[in-house]
């Protein structure tokens, strides 16, 4: 049974620090990984995707990267600000049993003072 | 709209009563995909779409819930005799199939008396 592992569950640190989140999944037979941020009381947003066959994925101040064979990744945020404040979910696809469902960690409660 | 829609926004209801909840995926998305968040934890799957068949129920916590869907498109999930424990909130998402990523809706949040 797939299971995903974020680490750590809350982070604060002062606007403009580089920061890095960490998710692990126990079964690398998967489609591909997704990172999301969920807001208070709020849907999820999807940051980035990354297929199997892939290494990284970047979108503006985010880098995502993926190793599968270690059931490893991270989401690295660089000079973060006060607006990237939320809940950073980890999911991955678990490619099981004709099923396309995501698995999702438990998220990265990330607070940003400024 | 572009995105996925969900409707109603809030829910209140009574311990007993049966709810429709429904979801409005992207246009031509072919997989559907719904969810629930109870508070406190972590997001559950529990059934998924391929066109209007649904190859995977095993979320579904129990013969009380059951989904469909029609034309390819929307979907309602109804929970019958609700209980206390069903309150959370029941995300939708929708994707283009063989691992493209999913895109959720605001969610439905329902409340059990």
């Known amino acids: 049974k797939q299971e995903v592992t974020q680490i750590p569950a809350a982070l604060s640190v002062p606007e403009g620090e580089n920061l890095v989140l960490n998710c692990s999944f126990t079964?690398?037979?998967?489609?591909?990984l997704q990172w999301f941020r969920q807001d208070p009381g709020k849907g999820l947003t999807s940051l980035l995707l990354?297929?199997?066959?892939?290494r990284e994925q970047t979108s503006g101040r985010l880098n995502a990267s993926l190793d599968k064979s270690s059931g490893r990744s991270t989401l690295y945020i660089a000079a973060s600000q006060p607006g990237d404040s939320a809940t950073y979910l980890c999911?991955?696809?678990?490619?099981?049993?004709?099923?396309?469902?995501?698995?999702f960690g438990k998220g990265t409660k990330l607070t940003v003072n400024p | 709209g572009a995105g996925v829609s969900q409707s109603p926004s809030n829910k209140v209801t009574e311990k007993g009563k049966d709810v429709e909840l429904r979801c409005d995926p992207i246009?031509?998305?072919?997989?559907l995909y719904w969810y629930r968040q109870r508070l406190g934890q972590g997001l559950e799957f529990l059934i998924y779409?391929?066109?209007?068949?649904?190859?995977?129920k095993s979320g579904l916590p129990s013969d009380r819930f059951s989904a469909e869907r029609t034309g390819e498109s929307v979907s309602t999930l109804t929970i019958q005799r609700t209980q206390q424990e069903d309150s959370a909130v029941y995300l939708c998402?929708?994707?283009?199939?063989?691992?493209?990523?999913?895109?959720f809706g605001p969610g439905t949040r329902l409340t059990v008396l």
């Open positions: 998402a929708s994707s283009f199939s063989g691992g493209a990523g999913q895109f």
């Open positions: 079964d690398s037979a998967i489609y591909n």
């Open positions: 990354i297929q199997s066959s892939q």
């Open positions: 999911a991955v696809d678990t490619a099981q049993g004709g099923s396309e469902k995501l698995v």
């Open positions: 246009s031509g998305h072919t997989a």
């Open positions: 779409f391929q066109g209007n068949s649904a190859p995977d």
